[in-house]
């Protein structure tokens, strides 16, 4: 049998139904890409489609179109935030790049970016933050809630190097040149709940935030001397 | 039905763009068509019902990939749904899937009688019963179970108490007779 044949007769059996499903994987993902494979598919349809005459209608018991309505919709919304996170990640860089080329700031610290900087009116009082480290896994998502001036920061994939230690940093015009620092997070496992009672909420709405790697015991010198984790603000939506 | 094919890939053009009151009517005007196919395959209602939903989320991810001059929009819809109920039924069928009660006449075997009508109003389904009425018995049957029910190669063999191995062999013989004989 020639490959030609092979590859026809892989797709009539794809196509009248009776490959195994492991078989039947593989052609679906050989075919994205094998115009031969996929031209064969779409000759079978048509011979043997005309058998879909056979099929008699069937009414569902219910209208499902609500339902299927429904889970496009949570399809979509999940589809949106992915963007927005998008968008955010390309915002981030061209912060990033703004920030090396004015050397503004201290070059182990990468801050997130203003609050201010989001459209956020006034009744935000909710605000995340995803701290990554290079742009990949997020390492840290920091949540702070205004009106308890609470500021909780949760582990997701952070490890630590044996004798280190993660510092939390506030930044602000209204603190000075240099950032705050927020205390160490002891533990790179379990969440971190800090309160940030002293500051006025104006001040935490504008402020900056950083998490930098430090020795044990936290920075020798008052400002952040590792390497740090990056990380943006996000109102959170009720 | 009252609606013309032309209205529904009207339907699918506007769902494509995002439309979802266009996606209501296309949804109205083809399930019952959809759920017929699912339902003889998976034999199973509230299996179908389900499956059925996922059918209608692919259909609206894929809308932009129709292309009228290919195949007509409810044989592209029904490839769709075909291909996802056999995955459903070969998945499921290790873990045992429940079979409702199903009226025994309506398999592929006994298909026969209605044959004739159906054939008068499709042109190609005649010439596609004609080849098949050049297979011997026991291969038309075959193919019909496998396409309208969705019968595993193994499923076949057991009812036809032949090995697998033979199974594979009689369909690729009918197949690439079916092929010859509809000259393509």
């Not at chain 1, 000075?176 to 997070?185: F, M, R």
């Not at chain 2, 290919?70 to 996802?84: E, K, L, Q, V």
């Amino acid at each position: 049998m020639t490959d030609r044949e092979d590859i026809d007769m892989l797709a009539a059996e794809y196509v009248l139904g009776t490959l195994d499903p492991d078989m039947r994987r593989i052609v679906d993902e050989r075919r994205s890409h094998e115009d031969d494979l996929n031209a064969a598919i779409a000759d079978w349809e048509k011979r043997l489609s005309p058998l879909n005459g056979h099929y008699r209608d069937e009414m569902p018991s219910r209208d499902l179109f609500p339902a299927i309505r429904a889970r496009i919709e949570g399809a979509r919304a999940q589809a949106d935030n992915i963007v927005e996170i998008d968008l955010l990640k390309r915002k981030l860089a061209r912060w990033r790049i703004g920030t090396f080329a004015t050397g503004a700031l201290a070059a182990s610290l990468m801050v997130a970016v203003l609050v201010s900087d989001f459209a956020s009116p006034v009744q935000d009082r909710q605000f995340v933050a995803v701290f990554h480290r290079d742009d990949t896994q997020p390492a840290f998502v920091m949540s702070i809630d205004l009106d308890t001036r609470a500021v909780i920061i949760r582990p997701v994939s952070a490890t630590l190097p044996e004798g280190k230690t993660y510092q939390l940093w506030i930044a602000s015009d209204q603190l000075g040149p240099a950032p705050k620092s927020l205390g160490l997070l002891e533990n790179a496992s379990v969440p971190t709940t800090r309160s940030l009672g002293e500051f006025d909420p104006a001040l935490l709405r504008n402020a900056t935030f950083g998490i930098s790697l430090e020795p044990e015991g936290g920075s020798p010198t008052g400002r952040p001397t590792g390497p740090a984790i990056h990380g943006r603000l996000i109102p959170v939506k009720h | 039905m009252g609606t013309s094919t032309r209205d529904l890939e009207q339907f699918l053009a506007r769902a494509a763009d995002g439309d979802m009151d266009a996606f209501g009517h296309l949804y109205h005007a083809t399930s019952a068509k959809l759920f017929g196919i699912v339902l003889r395959i998976l034999k199973n209602r509230a299996q179908s019902e389900d499956i059925l939903q996922e059918i209608y989320v692919r259909v609206w991810e894929r809308a932009g990939d129709f292309e009228p001059g290919r195949a007509s929009i409810i044989t592209w819809m029904a490839t769709i749904a075909r291909n996802r109920a056999i995955d459903a039924l070969r998945c499921d069928k290790r873990h045992d899937a429940v079979v409702d009660d199903f009226d025994i006449d309506q398999l592929a075997d006994h298909d026969d009688l209605s044959v004739a009508d159906e054939a008068e109003r499709n042109d190609d389904l005649r010439q596609l019963e004609i080849c098949l009425g050049g297979l011997d018995d026991d291969r038309r049957t075959m193919v019909r179970l496998a396409y309208l029910d969705g019968f595993s190669r193994a499923e076949l063999a057991e009812r036809f108490a032949q090995p697998v191995g033979t199974i594979k062999t009689w369909l690729h013989r009918s197949l690439k007779q079916l092929k010859e004989c509809l000259g393509s």
